[in-house]
Structures are given as C-alpha cells and as structure tokens.
C-alpha cells in the first residue's frame, strides 16, 4: 500500500505543477516591456502597419539572390537578415546566402550567394529587438 500512496503523490505533485504551468504560458508568449506584435512599449506602431516581407529567390547562372524588407514601422530593430536557403528533405536546410545589418526601421536589402545544384530555394527575412523578433519565408522555386 505504501508504493501506491507514493506513486499517486508523485502523479499529483505532476499534475499541480503541469498546472501552473499551463496558466503561466500566456505570459512567455508576450514580449517583457513591449506589446504582442514584437515592437518596443509606447510605440505608435500597430501590428498591421509594420510588415515584413521576403520574395522568392532568383538564379541567373550560378548566381543566387533574395530580397527581403520592412515596411511601414515606426520602431527600430536591432537586427535585420536577408537569408537563402536551399531546402534538404530530411536535413536542416543549406545557407546560401546572407545579408545583415543593425539598428534598421525601413527598406529593403538583398543576400547574394552561389547556387549549389538545381533544388527548391526560399529567402528568409527576419528581425531581432533583444526582446524578440519576426520572420518570413517567401514561397518555394525550383532554380539553378
């Protein structure tokens, strides 16, 4: 009788602590200090006017290239990065390409690479705040 007094306390302290796990989440899901759409507290900027964008790669040759950009916000993210990546079934998928920059609000910029055999690639567009971040994928295209 003693091992399943033990086995049920052991269960319950599982099932209390799941618990306030459970209704703690909703608060990791918020950035600290800023509101749900990622943008630093008090800023003018609502979730619909700030976008961030990343088209479908092209090829010319050898030569690979994505553009990637940020439209329409009125806070400045720390970083900026324009990624390609070449898609690996069953494999984390290949860098191709990258551009970066700092302390960016709106533009646009394009990552440049070589192409490594003809596949599905895709740009990758994403910010960081040092709070937390966005990010994009454009559709597939079958190049090189």
Not at 25 to 52: H, M, N, Q
Not at 59 to 66: D, K, P
Not at 102 to 129: D, K, L, P, W
């Amino acid at each position: 009788m003693g091992k399943r007094r033990f086995v049920a306390g052991l269960l319950m302290a599982g099932a209390i602590a799941s618990g306030g796990v459970a209704m703690a989440s909703p608060a990791w899901a918020a950035p600290a200090g800023g509101s749900a759409d990622g943008t630093a507290g008090g800023s003018d900027v609502s979730a619909s006017s700030c976008v961030l964008y990343a088209n479908s790669p092209t090829s010319y040759g050898s030569r690979l290239s994505g553009y990637g950009s940020r439209w329409g916000c009125g806070n400045t993210v720390t970083y900026f990065w324009v990624r390609v990546y070449k898609q690996i079934p069953w494999w984390p998928d290949a860098e191709r390409a990258v551009r970066g920059t700092t302390y960016f609000q709106n533009g646009g910029m394009t990552a440049s690479g070589t192409c490594n055999g003809r596949g599905e690639y895709y740009t990758h567009s994403s910010t960081a705040t040092g709070v937390s971040g966005e990010d994009r994928e454009s559709y597939r295209r079958t190049i090189c």
